[in-house]
Structure formats: structure tokens, C-alpha cells
């Protein structure tokens, strides 16, 4: 019976956090509401939005209310790692509701875009050039609301003590200052920053103020959704670019390392194994791109380099966003992006993919392992590495840990290839579309349409929601619910033979 009590404090715990997210998500979503404003023949829609609001809200106020004496446990990874699991799966279920609603989308479609926006992906099954402004800033919300985290936003107007396991299981484990709910509004601060100054930056550009808003939301959460068919290309401007691109690589960064930029700390941030590792990609992919690809594409050498410097920062930030096709790229081309897309933007930011540090780690372990061969075999030889502002030394767990990671990752990546290639596509765009996917990055050759077999978009779907939590999240969490249930039931039966 213990266990059965101790099991029952636990869950109120993890259900009244889940009705701070819920309620939270709920507000939120009457965000688009504001669009009327400015569009009031868009008052057609507007219940289309306050509905699954007002029961998100509603569900929400209920846990917190049932629940309210359990909200000052301390929760552990793992339980964080639940509540983060059954937050998400609720909200993207009921961000789905107005894309059926206004749009009329098969209700798979529908989650399929809800599940795009909340993980920062950007693929899409929605024809935009249809889409009222509504539903347009309804996806941009959701990509700069998933951006930032449910957790976050949970952990920074949540009272009490969390802990860290809500941050941590979605991957935010490193914080700005030691307390977490101060760490969570922080980053809110800077992500808002980025936003702002974004649209002030594309307003001036030469976009309008409603697609400055939306591309600026787009853009710091690294989501990659558009208001115009052709992405960026719509505007074939060098100005707009070259806002995109600074927006793109901030994005890119951990939070922890914008705090050191934001505090003038440079020297972490030179020291920063991640930044380094971008400041060789970019550049090396962007001539590679340039020399194999682009220059023989497009017209003028400064059309071809734009178009190298901004497709190549674009799938390794895992953004989305786009100026050009890829139906004319060579295989060169292609297979750079596809290795950058799984590459993937930094840790404990908004970006997806492997993420640069655990790639930075193998390369110095490569490193380490040629040098520890010339040393003599009783040498003991420290293996340190900036990771944030932190000098930290790696041992074995931490290596176990990262390889089982990619190791997951390549193969999941590996089966969803496979499975678009046994739904009828070309090997080369099941393999640049399932990376896209996977990594949450946005860019697509044409596989992702409304039309696509729903084999192809349940694995497109389900491949952007592990991608965004990191597999390990989401399988733990699933098999910790399945425990506990079973130590639930049986508890229960032996107190009723009793």
C-alpha cells in the first residue's frame, strides 16, 4: 500500500504540472484572436481557435485544482520526462483542432502541421496561398512557442519548486543561473529579444508587418514556416537574407552561450566547442555548395554564393527556410545538406538534429584516442571540453550515453528512409526528406505534400516529434508509465485480496 500512496503523490505531482502547461498552451492559442484587428473578416474563424483554447484552458484549471497540494514536489528526471511526454502529445492534439476546422484537413493533416509547428520543423501540408491570416500566425505561434519549450514557459511562471527534470527532459539540462525558474525567464527574455528585433529588422527590409511577424517567429525558433509559398525566395532580396541569416545562427545557439554573448563574454563563447565546430562547417560547406553546386546554377557569382551561404546555414541551423528549389541541384549538393540537416544546431537550443556537440565530442575523441596511442599504456590522459561556460572532463558514461544516442538516431533515421523509399520516392529524396523530418530542420524536395500516403506522413510525423524530444525522453517516459501502471494494478490487487 505504500507504494500504491507514494505512486499517487508522484502522479498529482506530474498531472498538476501538466494543468500548468495545458493552461498555459490554452492562453496561447487565443493568441491568433489578435489577428482580428487587423483582419476582422477573419471573425468567421475565431472559434475555430477559442474552442480547443477554452478546453485546453478548462483542463488545465481542473488538474491544477484536483492536484494543487501535490505542486510543491521536487520532480525527478524521469518524472519530468512524463509530464513533458503527456503536455505535448495533449497540445499538439488540440493545435490541430483549427487546421480542421478552418481548413477542412483530413484530422491527420491536421496533427501532421500541429506537430510540425510545436517541434520547430516546418514541413508542411498546407497550402498557404489558401490560408487566411489566422491560421498563418497560428503556425508561427506555435514554432515560437515550441521553441522556446513548454517546459519554460511552464517553469517560468510556475511557483514553487519544479526541480530540473522538466527542463532536462527536453533537453534544456543547462542553466543560465543556478535557479530554474529564473534560468526559464531569462530565456524567455532573450528569445523575445530575438523576435522583436526581428521583426523590426524584416519590417525594414521591405516585408510587411504581418509576414515580419511571422517570419521573425519562424526564424528564431529555427521553425522555418512561411506565409508565402516560395519561403524567402518570395522576395529575392539580399536584404532579407541577410536578416534571415543572423536570426538563423542565434537561434542555432544554446541559450547558455547567448547569455555569455548577451553578457559580453566572449571568451566562452570562442571556447565553445559547438561555435567552433559551426564556424568550420559554414564556411567549408558554403564553398563546397559554391563550387560543385551553385556556380554553374544561377545566373550571376553573387546569386550562386547567396544561394550557398543561405541553403547550407539554413539546413545546418535546422531553420526551414528557403530561396531556391533543389529539383536542378546536382547530388553534391544534396548529400551536403543532408549531412548538415543531421547534423544538426547546438544543444539546449531551439535547433534539432544530432546536435553539433555531440558531433564536436567524436572528433575529439578521435583526438584523444590517436594521442592516448602514442602515450605509454600506464599514462592517464584528461579528456576536458567546453561545453556552455563550463570546462568539463568527459568520462565513459557520458561517451556511452552520446553513441547510443546517434547510434539510435542513424537508425531510426535509416528504417524512415527506407519506409518513404517503400512508398514509391527516390532513394535521394527519401533520404534528404527523412532527414529533414528527423532533424526538425523543414526543407523539402516536394515529398511532403497534403497528398502523400499516410504510411509516409504517420513516419514524417512521428520522426519530428522523437526528433524534438530526443528519442530517450519519449521511450523512457513510455515505459515508465507502463511500469508504474502495472505497480499501480498489482499494488491495488494485493490490497483487495488483503
Excluded at 113 to 142: C, H, N, Q, Y
Excluded at 193 to 219: C, E, K, Q
Excluded at 222 to 248: K, Q
Excluded at 422 to 435: H, M, R, S, V, W
Amino acid at each position: 500500500m505504500r507504494e500504491k500512496e507514494y505512486l499517487k503523490q508522484r502522479y498529482a505531482a506530474i498531472l498538476s504540472s501538466v494543468g500548468m502547461i495545458l493552461l498555459l498552451a490554452g492562453v496561447w492559442m487565443l493568441a491568433p484572436l489578435l489577428v482580428l484587428f487587423a483582419y476582422p473578416e477573419e471573425a468567421a474563424n475565431a472559434l475555430s481557435f477559442a474552442g480547443p483554447a477554452g478546453c485546453l484552458c478548462l483542463v488545465g484549471l481542473l488538474l491544477r485544482r484536483v492536484f494543487h497540494l501535490a505542486s510543491n514536489v521536487t520532480l525527478s528526471i524521469q518524472e519530468g520526462g512524463v509530464i513533458v511526454l503527456i503536455a505535448w502529445v495533449v497540445v499538439m492534439l488540440f493545435s490541430a483542432w483549427p487546421f480542421t476546422a478552418v481548413l477542412q484537413l483530413p484530422f491527420s493533416r491536421s496533427l501532421f502541421e500541429a506537430v510540425s509547428g510545436w517541434t520547430t520543423t516546418g514541413l508542411s501540408v498546407v497550402d498557404v496561398a489558401k490560408a487566411g491570416p489566422m491560421i498563418l500566425f497560428w503556425r508561427s505561434a506555435m514554432q515560437l512557442a515550441g521553441g522556446a519549450g513548454l517546459a519554460i514557459i511552464m517553469m517560468s511562471a510556475i511557483t514553487g519548486p519544479t526541480g530540473v527534470g522538466v527542463s532536462s527532459a527536453e533537453g534544456r539540462s543547462d542553466q543560465l543561473v543556478p535557479q530554474v525558474r529564473q534560468s526559464a525567464r531569462l530565456v524567455l527574455v532573450i528569445y523575445t529579444g530575438y523576435a522583436a528585433i526581428g521583426t523590426l529588422a524584416y519590417w525594414v527590409a521591405g516585408m510587411s508587418l504581418f509576414d515580419a511577424f511571422n517570419h521573425s517567429f519562424a526564424a528564431v525558433s529555427t521553425g522555418g514556416f512561411s506565409t508565402r509559398p516560395d519561403s524567402i525566395r518570395t522576395w529575392d532580396s539580399a536584404a532579407v537574407e541577410a536578416v534571415t541569416l543572423p536570426l538563423m545562427v542565434l537561434g542555432n545557439l544554446s541559450f547558455v552561450t547567448a547569455w555569455s554573448l548577451w553578457r559580453g563574454r566572449l571568451r566562452f563563447v570562442e571556447r565553445n566547442g559547438e561555435v567552433r565546430l559551426m564556424a568550420t562547417l559554414i564556411p567549408l560547406s558554403v564553398a563546397a555548395v559554391f563550387v560543385f553546386t551553385c556556380r554553374g546554377l544561377y545566373p550571376t557569382i553573387s546569386k550562386a554564393f547567396r544561394v550557398a551561404i543561405f541553403e547550407t546555414v539554413s539546413a545546418l541551423t535546422t531553420t526551414g527556410f528557403s530561396t531556391v528549389s533543389y529539383g536542378n541541384w546536382n547530388a553534391f549538393g544534396v548529400f551536403v545538406l543532408i549531412v548538415l540537416m543531421l547534423i544538426g544546431g547546438g544543444a539546449c537550443s531551439t535547433a534539432g538534429g544530432i546536435k553539433q556537440f555531440r558531433v564536436y565530442l567524436f572528433w575529439k575523441l578521435l583526438i584523444w584516442e590517436i594521442r592516448r596511442s602514442l602515450l605509454p599504456r600506464t599514462a592517464v590522459m584528461e579528456r576536458p571540453i567546453w561545453e556552455g561556460n563550463r570546462r568539463i572532463f568527459i568520462h565513459d558514461a557520458r561517451l556511452g550515453q552520446v553513441g547510443i544516442f546517434v547510434f539510435l538516431y542513424l537508425a531510426i533515421y535509416v528504417l524512415g528512409a527506407m519506409l518513404l523509399c517503400a512508398c514509391g520516392y527516390p532513394l535521394q529524396d527519401a533520404l534528404f526528406e527523412f532527414a529533414s523530418a528527423i532533424g526538425t530542420v523543414g526543407l523539402s524536395v516536394g515529398v511532403t505534400r497534403a497528398d502523400m500516403p499516410d504510411v509516409a506522413l504517420w513516419a514524417e510525423t512521428l520522426a519530428m516529434f522523437l526528433g524534438r524530444l530526443e528519442f530517450m525522453v519519449v521511450i523512457v517516459s513510455a515505459i515508465k508509465m507502463a511500469g508504474d501502471s502495472v505497480r499501480l494494478i498489482a499494488s491495488t490487487s494485493d490490497g483487495e485480496r488483503k
